[in-house]
């Protein structure tokens, strides 16, 4: 099976960097994403790596380590809108398996 | 340009009536994606269609059929509804049916089932 574990939550402070990490165990996968989603609305793309290292955009960045079996997520100078549910996601194939997931507050 | 649009937004229904969710994806899009939502966890895969055929099924009974149309719109039906169906129901658009494409998700229906 393929499953994907992430904290169930994480507090920060407006203006400060948060890492929000995923494990996972899976047999294969294409890429690793990274998913936004406020109050259950519908989930945004954040960021996608395709290979090990770090990608950036923006605010965001995110890591990969298939030796590992790991990947994370960094989110630079809080902003109170960041706070959300946080997913990272693989595609084993045409769809796409989600974590748990990871609520993060930001505080002021 | 419209995102993915879905219809109706909310939905009640009682166990054992059967319900009929809508999508349609952003222009261009062909294949269209459905995920189930329920409350505190990760959306889960039920279906995937690209070009009207079935291209990938997730781990759901048969209750839970879905079609593509000509336009790439898509219908997912689930009859006999239970209690455990309450969620929300997310559909996402991509352009193809690559395993790296983005997804495209809508704002979703929430079904609560009585």
Redesign the interface.
């Given at each position: 099976g393929q499953s994907l574990e992430q904290p169930s939550e994480v507090t920060a402070v407006e203006g400060a960097i948060v890492q929000i990490n995923c494990t996972y165990q899976t047999s294969g996968f294409y890429g690793l994403s990274w998913y936004q989603q406020h109050d259950g609305g519908a989930p945004t793309f954040l960021s996608y790596n395709a290979l090990d290292g770090l990608e950036e955009t923006g605010r965001f960045s995110s890591f990969l380590s298939r030796s590992d079996s790991y990947g994370y997520l960094l989110l630079q100078e809080l902003q109170m809108k960041d706070s959300a549910s946080y997913f990272c996601a693989v595609s084993p194939t045409n769809k796409l398996i989600f974590g748990t997931g990871t609520l993060l507050a930001v505080q002021p | 340009d419209a995102?993915?649009t879905q219809s109706p937004t909310h939905l009640i229904k009682t166990r054992g009536q059967h319900v009929t969710l809508r999508c349609s994806p952003i222009s261009g899009h062909k294949?269209v994606?459905w995920?189930q939502?329920v409350?505190?966890?990760?959306?889960?895969?039920i279906f995937?269609y690209?070009e009207k055929e079935e291209?990938?099924r997730?781990n759901f009974p048969d209750r839970f059929s879905a079609r593509q149309f000509p336009n790439y719109s898509s219908e997912l039906n689930v009859n006999a509804l239970l209690l455990g169906d309450s969620a929300?129901y997310?559909c996402?658009s991509s352009p193809i049916?690559?395993?790296?494409?983005?997804?495209?998700?809508?704002?979703?229906t929430?079904l609560t089932v009585l």
């Open positions: - | 995102g993915v294949s994606s995920y939502q409350l505190g966890q990760g959306p889960q895969f995937q690209y291209r990938g997730g929300l997310l996402a049916v690559g395993a790296t494409d983005t997804q495209y998700f809508g704002p979703g929430r």
